[in-house]
């Protein structure tokens, strides 16, 4: 425990040789009873001395010039602060009745006559000084108890913040468990359907039409697990900032009328009705994001929204906005969901066949690429089996002044392919595609190889893979420039690195394309048969 302040006791007198008797006899006593001794001339001095210390008691001369006793003994008590000192008055006349009651009045505790008998006030001071001691240690135990107090209310919210984030953190590991956990059934069905396809194509015996079946299911799967890897990695990079816009105006009315025709063409829209209201209007965004974001909102309503059901698909202008609505007569979304619908890994109720499929990180994909866009994505829906609606409000920009778009010349006839790729399969596999499609191809497993394959060959185009071993696919580029002889090739990247970052070293060593892996058959047909850049995925 502190050290507690000595009390203190006032002596206020105005004769010089009575406040020097008075401070001598108590002095006597100070270290024994452990007080200080302060003494003042006049009721004002007194007054003074009360503003800035607090005493166990004051002795206060009835009669002094000026300010008298009973005048200091009411200022005194004024005084919020000193309103409870006790005064003893001290006088050398002797008091009737009435000067006793206007001294108590005042607030006196006590009267002592001059000569003052030094036992009685040793006594009495004892007892004052003894109630101060008393009361400062219970002050101080109260100011312990008190910040005692404050420690353990701001203990008991901290515990109370750590057991919501454990409750948070264990919410989110089950999620993400069963997120991992329906990650690894996503990825097992189109492996197990490859597996089995391929191994129908070498079996004995297999007519020609299963064999084609079989490679129309290798070619389906293998598309729906590069887009089950472009899901996964979009949203590690929107999550880590890393995703960088290309922006240009664009009409969100023709993209989503691109959108939707592509999905009629394919077939996915045919066992519902749709309600289609789109008015042209103009935003500064990034077109292939746009896209990303109308696609998962049709795929959501698609996936939850049973066969012959509506989906209205319907953009506006409203004030500064351009708003996208897709709104379905589908199964709806529970109260409790609602709130949580864009947070990552949450998914709708799940079953074990896992018919309608997805990784359930679609729409957490959607909110941050409206955010980035400036824009936001909300989502409403009446509950269960009552169909939802998600809205999605992007800044809108002026209409730009038309200008003509540019068309690349027809090539005039197939170059001659270099294609350099450490992947054994992954090397045979193209090749053999582009043999297929009429393509004179030679094939390289490692960088230098490919250099002396293309000093040799002189091919019209090289595909070259960036992680290649001993120099990289960059090295191999900016080799190719450096020699006259095959500066003026085509060369287009292969990578699985997809960032803006990836694209611009690519173009930085020499490459006029980048493509990134899985490349579909017709992405690498249009990339070898024209010379116009392609949409890359940032």
């Known amino acids: ?70 005048e200091t003994a009411e ?73 005692r107090t404050t420690e353990l209310t701001a203990t008991n919210a901290r515990l109370t913040r750590e057991i919501e984030d454990r409750r948070v953190a264990q919410q989110q590991n089950h999620a993400k468990d069963e997120f991992l956990a329906m990650l690894g059934h996503e990825l097992r069905n189109p492996l197990s359907a490859i597996s089995s396809a391929a191994s129908l194509i070498g079996l004995p015996g297999v007519s020609a039409d299963g064999v084609g079946r079989a490679r129309q299911i290798i070619q389906r799967q293998s598309q729906h697990l590069g887009r089950i890897v472009d899901d996964l990695l979009d949203l590690s990079r ?37 309600d289609i209201d789109l008015e042209n209007a103009w935003v500064d965004a990034d077109a292939t994001r746009i896209e990303q974001i109308a696609s998962n909102l049709i795929d959501n309503a698609l996936k939850y929204t049973p066969p012959g059901g509506t989906i209205a698909v319907h953009t506006w202008i409203e004030d500064d906005n351009v708003v996208l609505m ?18 990552v890994f949450v998914q709708g109720s799940r079953t074990l066949d896992r018919s309608q499929g997805g990784l359930g990180i679609g729409l957490s994909l959607v909110r941050r690429l409206a955010d980035l866009h400036g824009g936001a994505i909300e989502a409403d829906s009446a509950g269960n ?34 294609l350099i790729e450490d992947n054994d399969d992954g090397r045979e596999m193209m090749s053999m595609m582009l043999a297929c499609y009429g393509y004179d191809v030679q ?24 992680g290649l071993p001993g120099i990289d696919g960059y090295e191999v580029a900016r080799r190719l420039r450096a020699d006259p002889a095959t500066r003026a090739m085509r060369l287009i990247a292969l990578t699985g690195y997809g960032l803006a970052e990836d694209r611009r070293r690519v173009l930085e060593a020499g490459f006029d394309l980048h493509l990134v892996k899985p490349v579909e058959i017709e992405q690498l047909m249009q990339a070898i048969g024209s010379g116009a850049p392609l949409a890359f995925k940032s």
């Open 238 to 274: 929107a999550m880590s900032g890393k995703i960088l816009l290309n922006r240009a105006p664009l009409d969100l009315a023709v993209l989503l009328t691109a959108c939707l025709e592509t999905y009629q063409a394919s077939g996915r829209s045919t066992e519902h009705q749709f």
């Open 326 to 343: 897709v709104r379905d007569s589908g199964v709806g979304i529970g109260a409790d969901l609602l709130p949580h619908v864009f947070d």
């Open 443 to 466: 094939h390289a497993a490692d960088g230098l190889a490919g250099l002396q394959l293309a000093a040799r060959f002189l091919p019209g185009l090289a595909l070259v893979d960036i």
């Open 75 to 147: 200022a005194i008590h004024q005084r919020a602060r000193s309103a409870d000192i006790p005064i003893i008055f001290i006088t050398a006349f002797l008091a009737d009745e009435l000067d006793r009651l206007k001294a108590y009045q005042k607030g006196a505790v006590d009267f002592l006559f001059t000569p003052v008998i030094p036992q009685v006030l040793y006594a009495k001071i004892s007892v004052f000084v003894a109630l101060a001691m008393k009361n400062e240690e219970l002050k101080q135990q109260a100011r312990e108890l008190s910040q």
């Open 1 to 70: 425990m502190p050290t507690l302040d000595k009390p203190k006791i006032l002596i206020v007198n105005d004769d010089a040789n009575s406040l020097y008797a008075l401070t001598s006899l108590l002095a006597q006593w100070a270290d024994q009873e452990s007080y200080e001794v302060i003494g003042a001339r006049s009721g004002e001095e007194g007054l003074r001395q009360v503003l800035k210390h607090d005493f166990a008691v004051i002795l206060l001369d009835v009669n002094m010039p000026g300010m008298d006793g009973f």
């Open 385 to 418: 089996g009552h169909g939802s609606t998600f809205t999605l409000r992007l800044p809108r920009c002026a209409t730009p002044v038309g200008a003509p778009v540019a068309t690349a010349p027809a090539p005039l006839g197939k170059p001659s392919v270099l």
